[in-house]
Each structure stands twice: as C-alpha cells, then as structure tokens.
C-alpha cells in the first residue's frame, strides 16, 4: 500500500535502528510503526524494558486493582514523545470498544484504561506490551531518516514483537532480513 504522495505506507512494519543513527534514545531499537502516512509516522519502540518500573506498581499507582489471574507483562520505554501516555501495543483477540487502533489483521493498539483494567484481572489479550511514550516523526521526516540509512524496515512475526527476551529483538529483527548484526556498518553510503 502506498500514502497519498506514493511512498510506501509502512504501518504494521518494524523499523529497525543502523549503527551509529546519531541518536542514543534510538541506539539498537526496534520501533514498531503503528501509523504512517503524508501526514508522519507513530510508532512504539518494543525492545526497550522501562527500567524499575513493574507493572503491578504502575497500576497501584494507577489505582487499579490486581488479582491473582493477572499475567505480568514489562513495561516499555515506547519512545521519547510524551511519556506519560501508556499504549497497550496487543494481539487482535482483544478489542476495546472504539478505542482499538487496527494495526494489521493480528495487531491493535489500545491507549486507554479499560485494557490496562482487563489486563489486572486476567481477561485482557493474549499478547501484549505497554509502552510509555511513543516514537513521532512529522511529514517526510521518516522517508529522510531511511534515505539516510538511519533505519532498515522489515515485517517481523509477531511473536517477536511479545517475545519477552527483549534484549534479542534488534539482532532477531536483522537475522529476518538476513543480516549479521557483526558486519553492519555504523557509515552509511548512497549509491
């Protein structure tokens, strides 16, 4: 599918971060792009624990009961736009109300509380992760970070996106690609 300006649309697609990128927010991510059009991109970077943040505490903070049913799932640093804003990133066997972003036929997005209240008492989706802030770009500014070979693009199995060894995704996301992650380069060219 492409945007109106005739790029490739590259929504439900996993952008991943070259060697020497230049930003240290963005140093190995794996960024899954939730929206992209004319108008940007939103994604949520899956491969970045939030550090001595569990989710029980989140959602005490939250005032959000847990019972025993509740699967533990990490919380993620999603990116450096906004981060006070959680985004459940899950499988498609869980839609809230009207609030669930249609990702792909396998994924949704759901920002809102109800999922995070699911969640606490063991009826959310099977596969999920919460994401605190997300990763933005504005009009083009994505198509120029790929020309300038700041990202490669693949479409990754979801179980990758929930696998819980978040430390694997970025070397896991290039081996789909076919790439050693030992012999990339952190100087990009153009031919």
Request: aromatic share 6%; charged share 20%; hydrophobic share 40%.
């Amino acid at each position: 599918m492409q945007t109106e300006n005739g790029s490739d649309d590259l929504t439900g697609q996993v952008l991943v971060a070259m060697p020497g990128m230049g930003d240290p927010r963005f140093e190995k991510s794996v960024v899954f792009l939730c929206a992209h059009s004319d108008e940007g991109a939103m994604g949520l970077i899956v491969n970045k624990p939030a550090q001595d943040l569990p989710f029980a505490e989140l959602l005490e903070q939250m005032g959000i009961a847990t019972t025993d049913a509740m699967r533990p799932i990490k919380v993620h640093f999603g990116g450096p736009v906004e981060h006070g804003r959680g985004f459940v990133l899950h499988s498609r066997d869980y839609v809230s109300n009207s609030s669930t972003l249609e990702i792909s036929d396998t994924i949704g997005m759901t920002a809102t509380l109800d999922i995070l209240e699911d969640i606490a008492q063991g009826s959310g989706p099977r596969d999920c992760l919460l994401a605190l802030g997300y990763a933005g770009w504005g009009p083009g500014q994505l198509e120029g970070e790929l020309q300038q070979n700041g990202w490669l693009t693949v479409q990754v199995p979801d179980a990758l996106l929930f696998d819980p060894d978040t430390g694997a995704k970025w070397e896991q996301s290039l081996k789909v690609l076919g790439i050693n992650p030992l012999l990339l380069s952190s100087v990009g060219g153009n031919a």
